[in-house]
C-alpha cells in the first residue's frame, strides 16, 4: 500500500481546486498500490465503528435480532424494556417525554423503575403481546438519538448465559450450528454470539439458554468441560457455577484439591528436575549459598538460623542387633587439589531407615542387592550443638547400630567439620568407623570426643572408632604401628551378645606403601588372624577385591588370597557386579567394603550404597545391618494361683472332684514328672478365670482412655492455638471412630459427650474443652475489663481497646459486630476468647439494662427482622442503637430520633425506622422494655429487675449467659455443662433417668461385653433387623426375626418378646428369682434397673440379667453367622455358666 503525501481532508469539504478559494494542491504523487485499494487517508476520514476488544457479534438468534438483546424476565405478562439516559444526560426529559407520549396513559399499563443493580433500564407495562410486538418493530426516537425496545422474557424463564472459551477457527454459519447441537442438551439456545476483538474472531464467545415453563426443559446438567464434537472440547462457565478445576476440567472442586495434579511442580534450573528449587538443589557445585546470585548469608554473617532446620529423630534400635554403616574416603589423597570437605550445603539430610530382622531368622548370604540412597547434607544454619532432647532420646534406645564412615573434615575446616559431625549423630548410630582424621593431638580428639558426644572412643592419625551407644564398650584395643589399622572387641554392657572383633582399615593410596602396610597386616597374627572367627573389617582399601576389575586387584598376592578364603563381601552378594563407592569426575571404582568371617556373614543384611553430598566426601556412604542372637535366656516363670481360691468352699470341693476325676485317668505308662505335668495343666485350666483374662474394654473404659490418655494430651496445645474447624472435626472423626469398633449403629458423638448423669459417657468435646481452656485467661478479663489481673488478660484487654479506647471493654467479648474485622479472623491473638464467649448460651430476653448502656449496643443485636422479611443487612452491621434512638430525659426512656439529610447513612437510618413502625423489623426485649416507661414496665412485669443507674454497665448481660452461677465459681466442667446445647446430635436415654440409675448401673458386677450391650439397648443401638432394614434396606431384605418369622424383629423383640427368648428368661427367672416375668418386670430391669430379689442373695439380681442379655446376644449370632440353632436349652446352660463364673470370682474378691 503506497501513502498519498497530501493531507487527509474530510468527506463534507469539497477540494479547493475546484472552488478556486485556494491555490491547487500537488497532483505530482503516483500510487504504487493498485486503484481499487482504499488509501490510509481514505480510510481514516471514514465515519466507522470504532473498534474493541471482545466486541459481541451475534451469530444466531431465535427471534432475529443483529445485535445483543437484554434477557431479562418481566414481572408482567406483557412488558418491554427500555435503556434509559443518565439524569446528567440532557436528553432525560426529552426520553420521558417522548415515551409518554409515544405510550400514554390509556396505552401503558404503568411502569418499573430500575434497581440499585441496573437504574438505567426501565420496564414498560403494556395490554396485549401485539402491542409488545409494535413497540419491539420500531425504537424510540428521541432528536438524533434512537433508544431500541428490548422485549421483556416471560415469567418462570430461566435464563443462563454461558461464556464459551476454547472456540474452534471456522465459518461463522458452521461454528453456530454445531454450537446449537452441542449445548441442546442443557437448554433452549436462543442465541449464540461471538467475541470479536477489533474486528477479529478471538475464540470466545456466550450462548444464552433460557427455558420456559412451558418448554420440555431437558434433564441434563451443564458442565465445565463440553463436547464440542467427537474429537473437540470446549470450557463453558456461568454465574453461580461452582466449583471447578482448571487442570482436570472437572467439576465439585478447585485446582488446589485436584487428585490428579501433580503436589509439585517446581522445577530446579541446575538439575532440572522437578520438586525443588536451585536453591535447594543437592547438585550444585557450592551448597554453602543459597543461589548463584544470593549474598544474603555473606551479608548476615552472625545470623542464628538454628530455627530454619527441624531436627530429624532418630530411628528405634533394639539391643541385640547391630548395624554397621561403613564410608571410605581420602579426597586428598585421590584430588590433593580437592580437600574432603570445605562447607556445607543448605540441604535437608534424608533419613536413613533399616530393616531389622529377628535374631531367630537370620539372613541368608545371597541377599538383595543395595540400595542406593541420597544423604543430603543438613542447613548450615543448624547450631553446633544438637537437641538434647534428641540425644536423650537416642541413648534410650534398645538397638545397637553402628555406622562406618569415611572422610572427616579436615582440621582446617571446623565449623564444617562440627556441621557433618551433627549430620552423622542425627542418624541414630551407636558405632561409628572414621578414617583420614588427622587425629594426631590429644586436643583433637578431645574436641571429636565432645561434639560426638562418645561413651569411647578409639583414635589414630589416619583411623577412628567411636562409640554412641551407652550399652557397648570397646575392650582390648590394638594399634598398627603406623596408625592406619585398629582392631577392638565389641562388647554389650549386660552381655546381650557375644564379643566380636571389628577392625578399621585405611590403606595408602600410593601403590608401594599400600602393599607394604597389607604385607605387614598377614604378618601380624593379632591385627588379622590367619583364620577369623566373629570378625568384621570396615575398609578403605584404595584398591579393587573382585575378580571384576582385574586391573584394579592392586595388592599382594596373600592378601587377595585371605580376602576371597576367609572374608565374604556383606555389600555385593557373589557372582554380582559391585556398586561404586568412589566417584571423581567421570570415573567411578569400588574401594570402600565391609568384609565378614564365615560365621557372622549369614548374620548381615539390608547392605545399603548412599549418596555423600559432594562438598563433604567424594566416596559413597556404605553401611549394612548385623543381628546378633541373644545370650540371655529365661523360661516361663513360676505359676501360682491365686491364695484366696483355698479360701473358697466351691473352689475346693469342684478341685477336689476334678482331681479325683483325673487322676485315675492318667496313662499308667507315663513317668511320675509326666503324671505330674499332665496334673498341673489340668489344674491351671480349671483355675483360670476368664475376666481377668479379658481384652474387651467397656464403653466407659473406651472414655476413660480418651479422656485421659490420647485427648489429654492436645489440651495445652489447644489453649493456645487457633485451629480451624476442619481440625476439630478430624479430632472428633478419630474418637468418634474409636467408640465405633465393633458397635453398629453406632450411637452419635454428641450422645456420648452427654454427662454419665444423663445417659452418656462425658467425652470430652475437643471444641468445647478448647473454649473451656480459655476460662484461664477470661475470668480475670470478666473480673476487672479495665485492668485484668495477670500479663496474658491485660494483652487481652489493650487489644479490644485498641481500636475504640472509649467502648468497654466487654462489649466486644458479648457482641460479635462490635469487634474489629481483625478480631474476627483465626491468626487473631483474641480468636480462642471471643470463640468461648460466643460458645455459651445467649438468652437475654429477661435482661433489663439502662439507657446508657443500651444506647452502646449493636443495633443488629436489638433488631431482628421478620421470617418473610428481608433480613437485616450486613452494611448496617456498624450502626448502633444511639444512631437510632436517644434519651428521653424528661420520661426517662428511649425515643426514635428522625434522621435529617445532612445526618451520615440518614437514608439507611430511616429505612430502618420506617420498617420497625411497619413491623417488618421487631425490637429485641432490652430494647423493647427501654422505650417504655419505669412504672408501666413494673406494672406489666414484676418480676423482671428495676431498671436504675445511669452509667453504662454490661455485667447483667455477663450474668443472663450462665443462670443459676457465677463467673467467680465457673469451672471447666461447669462450662462444659452450659454449653450443652452445642450437642445438638445428642440423644439423652428415654424415658430419662434420675441420677442414681446411672451411677447403679456402672457399678453392676459385669463383663465389659454384657454391660456394652445393655449399654447400646439403653441408646436403641442394637443391630435388631428393624433398625438394619430402615439403615440399609438393600442389605437387610426383611426387618422379620430370623428366629420366629412373625414379628418384626424390634429392639425389645429381639431381647425379650420373641418366643424362644421369652422362654430364656422364664427359665432364667423361675431359677434365680422364683417368678414368672411378666413384659413389664423385664422391661422395668431392662430400662430402669428395678429387679426382685434373687432367692439367694449372694448372687446379684443386675448380673444374672445382663448375663442372661449376653447368652442370648451370644447365641443369636451364632444362629445368624454360623447357623447354629437358637436352642433354648443351649442359651439356659450358656447364662447359667456364665453366672457360675461370675460368683465364683466376686467370692474371691470379697474380703
Known sequence: MALSTNTPEPPAVKNPSTT???????????????????????????????????????IFSSTNNTTPRTWRVGSSKFSVFFTVPPKSSPKFDPFWRALLSA????????ITLGSRSSPDTCELHLPTSADCERACSRPLVVGDSSFPTQPAVPIGTIVRRVFLTKLPRVPYHDLATQLAKCMFPFGKVREI?????????????????????????PSDSLTYQIAYDDTQKILGKWPSMGSHCTYCKEMGHDVAKCTKCPAETRTCFGCNKTGHLQANCPYITDPSKTSKTSNKRSRHPNRNSKLDRPIIAPKPLIPTELSLIYG??????????????????????????????????????????????SVDTPTRGWDKEIDDRMITNLMDRDEARALRLQGLP???????????????????????????????????????????????????????VVCLSPHIIFTDPLFSPCGRCIMTTITHVDNNFSPFRIG?????????????FLASLLSTPDLIPPNPSNFILLSDFNHAIHSHYALGRRAPADWLQFIDTNMTDCITPRGQHPQPTFHRALSSTTIDYILASSDLHPRTTDPQVSYIHQKWSDHCLVAVSLSLPSTKSSGK??????????????????????????????????????????IKLEVIRFTFCSIHGSRSLSFRGRATIMNSLVLSQLWHVLRVVSFPSAFLDRVRSIVRGFFRVNSFPPIAFDTLCLPRLQGGLGILDPGIQQCALQLRWLKPLIRNPLLPHGLVPQWFSTLLRSDVPTVDPLLPLLFPDCRPRNHRTLDSPLNLVLKAMDTLPRNFDRVVLNLSSCLILPLSSMISSMPSHPPYRPAWRDLRVHHLYQIESNLDILTPITPSRPLPRSVTLNRILNRIRDHTMVLHPILFRACILSFVLAFQQPDLPIRDGSSIDLQPLLSAQLPGQTWSRLTTRSYRSACSHQLSDARPIHPPLIPRQPRSFWSFALPHRARNVWFRGLHNKLSCR??????????????????????????????LACPLKSAVWTGIWLEFFGTVPLPSVLSNAFQSFVFPPTLNPAIPASSVFGLTILAIWDHHWSFHFNSIPFLLSAVLHTARKSISHLCSELELDSP
Open 637 to 678: 516363670g513360676l505359676w501360682r494361683a491365686n491364695p484366696h481360691l483355698a479360701q473358697s468352699l466351691s473352689f475346693r470341693t469342684d478341685l477336689n472332684t476334678l482331681l479325683s476325676t483325673l487322676v485315675p485317668a492318667l496313662r499308667a505308662d507315663l513317668s511320675p514328672q509326666a503324671r505330674w505335668d499332665a
Open 504 to 516: 578399621a582399615i585405611y590403606a595408602p593410596a600410593s601403590q608401594t606403601p599400600r602393599y607394604r
Open 20 to 58: 478556486g478559494s485556494s491555490p491547487p494542491l500537488p497532483t505530482s504523487f503516483t500510487p504504487i498500490s493498485p486503484s481499487s485499494t482504499p488509501l490510509y487517508s481514505q480510510v481514516a476520514t471514514q465515519n466507522a465503528l470504532s473498534l474493541l476488544e471482545k466486541q459481541p457479534h451475534v
Open 193 to 217: 454470539a461471538i467475541h470479536e476483538s477489533y474486528g477479529f474472531f478471538d475464540g470466545s464467545g456466550y450462548v444464552v439458554l433460557a427455558n420456559t415453563p412451558t418448554d420440555d426443559v
Open 1026 to 1055: 428393624a433398625l438394619l432394614y430402615r439403615i440399609m434396606p438393600s442389605t437387610v431384605s426383611s426387618p422379620l426375626c430370623t428366629i420366629c418369622q412373625v414379628s418384626i424383629e424390634t429392639q425389645e423383640h429381639f431381647l
Open 328 to 373: 571410605g574416603s581420602e579426597a586428598s589423597k585421590h584430588n590433593p587439589r580437592q580437600p574432603a570437605l570445605r562447607e556445607l550445603s543448605k540441604l535437608s539430610p534424608t533419613k536413613t531407615t533399616f530393616t531389622l530382622p529377628t535374631p531367630t531368622e537370620p539372613p541368608t548370604s545371597s541377599g538383595p542387592r543395595p540400595r542406593s540412597r
Open 103 to 110: 405510550y400514554p396513559r390509556e396505552v401503558n399499563m404503568g
Open 410 to 464: 579436615k582440621v582446617g575446616h571446623p565449623e564444617s567439620r562440627s556441621f557433618f559431625i551433627r549430620h552423622l549423630r542425627s542418624q541414630g548410630i551407636d558405632i561409628l568407623a572414621l578414617q583420614e582424621t588427622h587425629a594426631s593431638s590429644s586436643m583433637l580428639q578431645s574436641t571429636f570426643d565432645q561434639q560426638f558426644r562418645s561413651s569411647s572412643s578409639l583414635w589414630s592419625p589416619y583411623c577412628g
